[in-house]
């Protein structure tokens, strides 16, 4: 077994991309430090603040959740209050409520759940089996964004925290570079400008390899939904998710370099694509670039379809 570099114990992990053996105790302080900082840079919050967490039972969401818990102790004055969508997928979405329920009640955490069906009029499985021929991810990010929004606004929530982690960060803003959407390149969370109607995202896993939040979670024993999406493999942001992957193999720290460098960029391009001018939908109330916000444009196509 070799020693963690810092204290000698027996490691549980080779941080490549740092040169680091690290044991369970310094693994779990490396991480939570890291996630601590990247909380830390959305912005102060103070006390009668309220979080809001999406969650949906996965390894990412279900380590923040426990965190963020952590983090903003009751006597702060910050409340947490955990989110989870069902999107209507039968056979996968169950065993995520089942272990967010259970995680949410042993750490005293509320929790809403709120259902497609509810607010769009259709599941998931619904929408796809309707319009066979779109990639299932089109319907799932615009509903499940707009989701959450309401919910958070709902609960008075301040801001809201999801589990993004570093291999989806770096993954979207490579796949915006290869798709030439500049403009949504500037648009990615966290948010530090706020506009109305919507509530600022943090993410607090973005500096965190996917890897290293499955460890954590085998480390505190945590009992998550290990299953994937059974329309992940639909979905085109998975490809470039996988060649993070195995860029990262080749050449480790690659996604920390792509992380880095859109820092870098971040200022100059938020100065030139400025905040959307949003008006409030026709339909639904939730801000929109149009008349109608992209859900509700979503659900009248589907209406229409035989």
Known sequence: MIPCSRCGKP?????????????????????????????????????????AVAVSGGKDSMVMLRLLRDMFHPRSGILIHAIIVDEGIVGYREKGLEATKKECQSLGIPLEIISFKDLFGYTLDEAVARDPDTVPCTYCGVFRRQALNKASKAIEATRIAFGHNLNDTAGSILMNICRGDVERLARLGPHDRPQPGLIPRILPLRMIPEEECALYA?????????????YAYRAHRGEFVKLMADLEDVTPGTRHSILSSYEKLKVPLKNTFKPANLIDCEKCGEPSMGKLCKACDLVGQLDGMN
């Open 218 to 230: 085998i480390i505190e024993e945590m009992d998550i939904l290990g299953d994937e999406c059974p």
């Open 11 to 51: 490691s549980v992990i080779f941080v490549r991309y740092s040169s680091q053996h690290l044991c369970d105790t310094h693994f779990k302080e490396f991480f939570v430090k890291r996630m601590a900082k990247e909380v830390k840079s959305g912005g102060k919050m103070k006390a009668g603040d309220k979080l």
